[in-house]
C-alpha cells in the first residue's frame, strides 16, 4: 500500500514547501497546460504582488465570482499564502443572490471573470518573470483566517463560514488517513470551490504534492481514462451518469478512490458501484467542519476521522476537533472551541456515526412527526428513484402533508411507485404527490427552490 505523504509543517505555505522540495512534479493539470510546483509557486508570488499594488492587507477579504478555474485556483492559493481572506462566490448566482453576499463581505476586493474592469480587479494570471528561487520556505501563520466559505442555505439564508489554515491542515490530514493521497496521484477537481468540498480538495491534493485535475468537459468515462485520474469526488447525481456508462468500471480506468458525498445514495447505486470493482468512501461533512467529519470504505458504515470529536445530545451531532471552524463572520454568538451544533439528528454505536435526518426539516401532519430524511431512505429502495427529497407543504386539514421530489432513472413511474409505497410507510408518511426534480440544481437540493416550484406545479395542476 502506497505510504501517505507526510503534509508540511503547519506555519509554512504549502506552495512554497512543495515548490522547494518538489519543484518539478505537476501540481495543476489543465486541459491545455501541465504546471509544476515550482511554476505555482511563482504565478502565486506574481499574484501576491498585485494584489500588495492594490493596497491589499493581511486580513482584507478577496471576493472571487468564478466558476472552477485555473485563476479562481491561483487566488485561493494567493490568499493562503498572504493571509487574504478568500471568498467565493457561485458566478451562476442571480444579481440579488450575489449583492446579497456583498453586503454582508463589504469589500472593495472583488474579481469577477465575467465582468470588465469598472470596479473590478484587473490581474495577470501568468507565471511572470520573476528572478527569485524558492530557496527557502515562506512562513505563514497557521491561525489566521484565510477563507470565508458560504453554506449552501438550503432552509435559509446562507452564513458565512470562517477557516484558518489549521482547519484546512486537519481536514486534509484525517482525510489521508482513509484516502491516502501521495506524489503521481491525479485528483480532479469535480465540485465547485465556492462549495466547502471543492475548496477541500484543491487543499488536500496541495498538502500532499498530488496533481490537481482541472478540465473544462463534464466528468465522463472516456476522459477519466484519456487523463489518467486516480481521485475523484462524486455528488448523486454525477455518480448515476456515469454508472449509466458501460465504460466506467475499474479495469478500463485508473480510480483508485470514489468519495461520495452531497446527499444520500441508494443501495441500489453504492451496489452497482462496487460491482464495477471501484473502492468508494461515502461521506458525512460540513461547511462548518472543512468539508469530511465522518467517512466509510465500501459500505454505510460512517467513522470519525482523525481530528475530528462527536457527540451525541438529544440525538443531535455535536461536534469539536481541529476541523472546527473559526466562527460565521460578523456573528459573535459562536465561542470557539465549544462543540458545534450541527443540527443534524444521529446515532452513534461505538466509532460508527448513523445519520438520522436534520432537525430543520422535522415538520408536524396530523399532530404526528414526520422526519423527511426516513421518508427518502424508503423511496429510494424503489429501482426507478435515483434520487429523492422529501418536504411539507400546507394541508388545511392536517396542517402539512409530506411531498416528494424524484429524479428517475429512466422515466417517470409515478403510479408504480406509488402502489410500491402502499405498504412500506404508514398513510401520514407516504407523499401526497411525486414531482420531477428541475434539471438544474446545486450540490445539495435547495429546499427553499423546490417549495416555491412545487407551489406553482400544484397550483398549476
Known amino acids: 500500500m502506497v505510504q501517505p505523504l507526510t503534509p508540511p509543517q503547519l506555519n509554512v505555505c504549502p506552495v512554497a514547501w512543495q515548490a522547494l522540495r518538489n519543484p518539478y512534479l505537476i501540481a495543476i493539470e489543465t486541459d491545455t497546460q501541465k504546471i509544476s510546483f515550482y511554476e505555482l509557486h511563482q504565478c502565486v508570488s506574481h499574484i501576491g504582488l498585485q494584489l500588495i499594488n492594490y493596497s491589499m492587507q493581511k486580513a482584507d477579504r478577496l ?5 472552477n478555474s485555473l485563476a479562481s485556483i491561483l487566488l485561493q492559493l494567493t490568499c493562503l499564502r498572504h493571509g487574504f481572506i478568500f471568498c467565493p462566490i457561485n458566478a451562476k448566482f442571480s444579481q440579488t443572490e450575489i449583492q ?6 463589504e469589500t472593495p476586493f472583488i474579481w469577477n471573470e465575467g465582468e470588465g474592469e469598472e470596479n473590478n480587479l484587473i490581474l495577470d494570471f501568468q507565471q511572470g518573470t520573476l528572478d527569485n528561487t524558492c530557496k527557502d520556505t515562506i512562513s505563514i501563520d497557521s491561525l489566521d483566517v484565510i477563507s470565508i466559505i458560504f453554506t449552501s442555505g438550503s432552509s435559509g439564508f446562507p452564513k458565512a463560514v470562517m477557516h484558518n489554515f489549521s482547519n484546512h491542515f486537519y481536514s486534509a490530514l484525517g482525510s489521508q488517513k482513509v484516502i491516502p493521497l501521495t506524489h503521481g496521484d ?4 469535480s465540485l465547485p470551490i465556492f462549495h466547502i468540498s471543492g475548496y477541500a480538495t484543491v487543499m488536500r491534493t496541495l498538502l500532499a504534492g498530488a496533481t490537481l485535475q482541472l478540465l473544462g468537459a463534464k ?13 475523484l469526488s462524486l455528488v448523486s447525481s454525477q455518480l448515476i451518469q456515469l454508472l449509466a456508462e458501460p465504460n466506467f468500471h475499474i479495469h478500463s480506468l485508473a480510480l483508485k478512490h470514489l468519495l ?4 444520500a445514495f441508494s443501495s441500489d447505486i453504492l451496489e452497482q458501484t462496487q460491482m464495477r470493482g471501484f473502492n468508494y468512501h461515502l461521506s458525512y461533512g460540513s461547511t462548518e467542519m472543512a468539508s469530511q467529519i465522518a467517512t466509510s470504505t465500501n459500505n454505510e458504515a460512517l467513522i470519525p476521522l482523525p481530528f475530528r470529536k462527536i457527540k451525541i ?3 443531535e451531532i455535536l461536534i469539536t476537533g481541529k476541523t472546527r471552524f473559526v466562527g460565521y463572520f460578523r456573528d459573535q454568538n459562536i465561542k470557539h472551541n465549544n462543540y458545534f451544533a450541527s443540527s443534524d439528528l444521529g446515532e452513534l454505536n461505538g466509532n460508527i456515526l448513523k445519520i438520522i435526518g436534520r432537525k430543520d426539516r422535522l415538520f408536524i401532519s396530523g399532530g404526528e412527526n414526520i422526519q423527511p430524511e426516513e421518508i427518502e431512505k424508503v423511496l429510494l429502495t424503489f429501482q426507478g428513484v435515483s434520487q429523492a427529497f422529501v418536504l411539507p407543504i400546507d394541508d388545511s386539514i392536517y396542517g402539512q402533508r409530506p411531498i416528494a421530489f424524484i429524479k428517475w432513472n429512466n422515466s417517470d413511474q409515478s403510479t408504480e411507485l406509488k402502489a410500491f409505497m402502499d405498504d412500506k410507510l404508514i398513510s401520514f408518511k407516504r407523499p401526497l404527490h411525486y414531482l420531477s426534480f428541475p434539471e438544474t440544481q446545486g450540490i445539495k437540493p435547495n429546499k427553499k427552490q423546490l417549495t416555491v416550484i412545487a407551489l406553482k406545479l400544484l397550483l398549476i395542476n
Open 260 to 263: 461520495l458525498g452531497g446527499s
Open 63 to 67: 471576493v472571487c465570482i468564478a466558476s
Open 313 to 315: 445530545v438529544n440525538k
Open 219 to 231: 466528468v465522463s468515462a472516456r476522459q477519466l481514462l484519456k487523463v489518467q485520474t486516480t481521485h
Open 100 to 105: 446579497q453576499r456583498l453586503a454582508l463581505l
Open 186 to 189: 491525479k485528483n480532479l477537481l
